[in-house]
């Protein structure tokens, strides 16, 4: 019997209102990291002069990356634990996380406390880029399993950055600034997180978990019945019993080019946390806000729109190529207009903004909503590793932020914008080939074709 029989119900079932119900309880999730993402590079300037902290010092470099550091962690114990104990043993809690981050950090008394409470929301950042798009890619159709995870970075996320914007924009204009300006932010951004916790707790375990890690007919067919509404009666054991161990080795070349993808989308990236303030400022924008405001608007929400559309269609490859491509043009040509061109100031800042306002255009029209969606971790690792490589993946993407927010300050002070923003583009060339040799095209596939997991079906003892 071919693997890919058995899950032909979920795989050619049409979108329904219990996908969209999915897609809405996922992309919560998103919606709050991009909010506080965004909360961190606009407050970073004010949070740096309440707290008496220089710009460039390691405190301040720790304040705008402390999620990240223990993101890997919380990537770790979320995946290792959803791939042995099931996605339901731990979805919701990294929800948990990141309200309960959010909103302590909106009572910290020091930039001691803001940390802490950052690294808490960190580990539920790690714990959502693993379960999120596992979730939604396992109870998705093929035909649409794309989408809808674009749809989670690609619109919820540039949403989020809205809220965050609109949200200190709304409070400049009524009076409230300073300290009770970014309190309020950070206190609004724990309602989302909290009140989805719940939701999430309430999802019915993976149907793919169900199938070939507990090897559970009768709830398979349970779940099935909820998400098609279908009966499906499987009476085969389906079971996988291939080593974890076999397969981690045996795909240990897929976990590594969907974690090198994702590592170099950071290293392209102008800036990371501090593009605000260090771009931003250098091109003139006084107001962390409107500048984050306007990048969302005018470039991230189109692009993410164009990857809505092609992404099942041209695939990911395609996009993915393309997005690099346009970002690293777009880097490249600021990088002659601020290094080596010489133009009057005035025109370099008009400039400089529509070149990154068209390298956040690309972005999402690639790797935001390929790579960086979780996608190529979803479609090449099987079920019986997903949670494991899933988790590896986002360490190596949260690693790379890491990075970038340890070069690109560096490169800025010492070699000036024109260079740091120029490396990021050719960083952007060897993802363009990296993309073009490396990766294989998965679009509208089953999840056991694309991670050719069928193959491997009722082997017990691989050679």
Known sequence: MDLRDLFKPLDYSKFNIYHARSLLITTLGMFTISYNTTFVSIALHTLSKQFHIPVGSLLF??????????????????????????????????????????????FAPNVYWLILTQMIFGVGIGGDFVLSPIVLGEFSNAKDRGKLLAFAVGVTGPLGSIASALTFLGLDAVGITGSLQWRLVLALGSIIPLSVVY???????????????????????????????????????AKDNFPVMKYLKKYSFAIFIAGLLWFLDHMV?????????????????????????????????????????????????PLESVGFLGMAGSLILFAYFFKIGNFPTSLL??????????????????????????????????????????AIVVAIDRSGALVNSAI??????????????????????????ATLLLVKETKQKPL????????????ENPE
Not at 226 to 235: F, I, P, Q, R
Not at 284 to 297: D, M, P
Not at 408 to 432: C, D, K, Q, R, S
């Open 61 to 106: 470099d720790l304040l705008g990356t402390a999620s990240l550091w223990t993101a890997v962690a919380g990537a770790l114990f979320f995946g290792i634990t959803a791939n042995f104990k099931g996605r339901k043993s731990v979805y919701g809690y990294e929800c948990l996380l990141l309200g309960i981050g959010s909103l302590l950090g909106a």
């Open 408 to 433: 690109f300050p560096f490169l800025f002070t010492n070699f000036g914008l024109g260079v740091a923003v120029g490396v990021g583009g050719m960083m952007g060339v060897i993802a363009v080939i």
């Open 199 to 237: 939701l999430r707790r309430k999802v019915p375990e993976s149907p793919r978990y169900l199938l070939r890690i507990k090897g559970d007919t009768k709830e398979y067919s349970q779940v099935v019945k909820t998400v098609t509404g279908k009966e499906e009666n499987v009476n085969v054991n």
């Open 269 to 317: 990236n102008p800036g990371g946390v501090f593009e605000v303030d260090l771009i931003g400022r250098a091109l003139g924008f006084t107001n962390g806000a409107i500048f984050s405001l306007l990048i969302t608007l005018v470039a991230s929400i189109p692009g993410g729109i164009v990857a809505l559309l092609l992404i099942d269609r041209w695939g990911r490859k």
């Open 349 to 390: 800042d008009s400039l400089g903004f529509l070149l990154i306002l068209m390298y956040h255009f690309w972005h999402n029209v690639g790797p935001a909503n390929v790579s960086a969606a979780g996608v190529f971790n979803v479609e090449l690792i099987p079920t019986k590793i997903r949670g494991i490589g899933s």
């Open 448 to 459: 056991e074709e694309s991670s050719e997991e069928f193959m491997f079906f009722g082997v």
